[in-house]
Each structure stands twice: as C-alpha cells, then as structure tokens.
C-alpha cells in the first residue's frame, strides 16, 4: 500500500486529517475537520473505521463520536455527551462497544455503553466512576482480559475495573500499586505483562500482572527514559508508550517511549526512547524528533513500520518516522509544518 490517512487530534477547534505516500515520503495535510473545543485525544472503533471517537478536554469535559467521511472529512458530530468531569485526557472503545473516557483533573471517569447497531449513538445508563485517592489523574484505560486498567498519575497507582452487572456501571475491584512519586501515564501489556511509562519519574517499568482483584508484583525492570546531553533546565515528563511484534521484516520486538521536555528546550527536540523486549528489557538507543512536548504518537503500515508523531508546543509540525535496522533505529521520512502543533494519532488504514 502506498497512500495512508491518518486523522490528528490537538488542542484547537478541529481534527486535522493528512495523506502519507509512503512511496515519496510525502506528507501532505488534506483537511480540518470542525470539532468540539480541543480534541486533545482521539481514538478509531476497534471494527468499523469509519467511527471515530474525541474526547473535548475542558471543564466540564464531553465526549463526542463522528462518522468519518472521504479523505478523513469528519461530519458532524453525531453524538455528544458530558464526560462528568474535567479535563478528559483520554477515551478508547473497548470490545464490548462501549467508551472509556478519563477525567484528569477530577479523579473519575465514565464507561458509556453505545447503541447495539449504531455504536455513534450513546446510551444514558453508566454510572460515574470515582477514584478513591487523596490525589487522582487517571490518564488512560486499557482493556485486558475482563478488566479495564487505569493507570493514575496522581495517586502512583493503576485502578482494575470490572463491569458491575449491566455495561455502563464498573467499580473498582483492586489496585497495582506504582513507585511513589513516580506518576503512572500509559500502560501497555504483553502477554502476562505490564510495561508502564511514569511521567514525573521519566521511567519505564516492567512487571509482571499480578492476578486480580488486588496486589502488586517487584519490578522485573526500571528505565530512565532520559536522553543524555540536556540542556539545564529541562523539565522532563514520560509521555506515550507503543510496543511492537516481530514480523516479516523485524525480527524481534521493541517498545518505544516518547519523553516531553517541559521546560528549558533543547535544540534537538524531543527524543524516543527505544527498548529490546527479549531476551530481557534493555535499553537500545535515543531518537530526536525536532518536537516540542511529543503527547502522543502512534505506529501505522502493514507491519507498523511508520511512526507518525507530533507537539503539544512549539512548531515542530508533525513527523513520519520509519523503523530502521530491524526495529533498533527512527529515521525521519517527513515533516508537515502547516499545522504547528497535534496530540494524538490514528490511522485509517
């Protein structure tokens, strides 16, 4: 396949949508689609792409589900809902075809049931999900198994829901307790096992899932994501975390980091961390991207061999990355400057 579509989600009134030939690395923006007020995270239905799903990240928060039209074109919202909360950071659909979205800034969260044969359509019955800490920023759900795991950057913790007799009510049935301090952000899983990346430690972990309901596990491993040579005064904060499978043309798999500079820049940017799984997590090398704050980003093409990333800040514009050398390098393809800033990915194909 050569063209790819990917649609981008940021802190403006819009979704932008972009056109990426993979045969002449050109990155071309192709519209901007008029959403709810910042669009921060957006995410595609699990089987039908022609969904998508964004989150309004303000206080109040709200939810709201688009169907996707030519060349990306979002259409009018078809459906908007209060997320309940302020500052909803991150929504997902899960398999059952309801909606997780995460309220930052209030500690809760909402699971919604969607309708069985229009999952744009959002039903009224889910209960509020409040997260008991004196401290709360629950900043992503992650369905695994009968569960859905939050991590929580606020209370060094990551939550395990279950659904509590009907969709749309989910309660907390136990907790993985994270270093103190550290600020659990994304997650993902492998197997039986968790990687986690912790904003304000600038690390990324490694455990294995304890059984449920309840309990932790010792750190199999413990990273510093922070690249070498900063300038003083950088401020960094773990950001997004992807993991990646072997395949025809990557032998083996990797995890990849980003790390967001928030305070004094350094003039190469931000960089992704890249990590060997097997035979044990290890450290391979950094990446500089050129950006500002790298939020999220997220892997494209058959053999997810294209990394799309952008900036919460600056002027960065957006980057296609390629995987190189079996998976242990980032080469820069491309970079789109038209719009400054993005926060989150999908592709459409």
């Known amino acids: 396949m050569v063209n790819f579509t990917i649609l981008a989600g940021g802190y403006s009134t819009f979704v932008a949508s972009y056109l990426f030939n993979s045969d002449t690395n050109a990155l071309t923006l192709l519209n901007q689609s008029p959403t709810g007020a910042n669009p921060s995270w957006i995410s595609l239905h699990p089987t039908n792409k022609s969904i998508l799903y964004a989150v309004n990240e303000n206080s109040p928060g709200s939810l709201q589900s688009f169907l996707i039209g030519k060349d990306g074109l979002l259409l009018s919202p078809v459906d908007t809902i209060s997320s309940e909360g302020g500052s909803p950071a991150y929504t997902t659909p899960l398999s059952t075809g309801q909606v997780a979205i995460m309220n930052y800034d209030t500690g809760n969260g909402l699971i919604v049931p969607t309708e069985k044969d229009n999952p744009l359509e959002f039903l009224s019955d889910y209960s509020l999900i409040t997260f008991n800490a004196p401290v709360s920023h629950p900043h992503m759900a992650l369905e695994h198994g009968q569960e859905v795991f939050v991590p929580d950057l606020g209370a060094d913790k990551i939550w395990r829901l279950v659904e509590d007799g009907a969709p749309g009510k989910f309660r907390v049935q136990g907790q993985i307790d994270q270093p103190k301090g550290s600020g659990p952000r994304h997650i993902a899983t492998r197997g039986n096992m968790l990687y986690t990346v912790h904003e304000l430690s600038s690390t990324l972990t490694q455990q294995l899932i304890p059984p449920p309901p309840n309990g932790t596990t010792p750190l199999i ?31 083996e ?74 998976g242990r390098n980032l080469t820069l393809l491309t970079r789109n400057l038209e719009v400054p800033t993005r926060t989150s990915f999908v592709w459409l194909n």
Do not use: C
Request: aromatic share 8%; hydrophobic share 45%.
């Open 221 to 251: 491993a413990n990273f510093s994501i922070l690249p070498p040579g900063l300038p003083e005064g950088a401020a960094m904060a773990g950001a997004e975390i992807l993991i990646t499978e072997a395949s025809e043309h990557f032998p």
């Open 253 to 326: 798999p990797f995890v990849y980091v980003s790390n967001r500079n928030t305070g004094v820049q350094d003039p190469r940017g931000d960089a992704i961390a890249i990590f060997r799984v097997e035979p044990k997590l290890s450290l391979v090398d950094f990446v500089w991207t050129g950006l500002d704050q790298i939020r999220g980003m997220q892997l494209g093409g058959p053999e997810k061999e294209f990394l799309i990333a952008g900036g919460v800040a600056g002027d960065g514009g957006v980057i296609m990355l390629k995987r190189t050398e079996g």
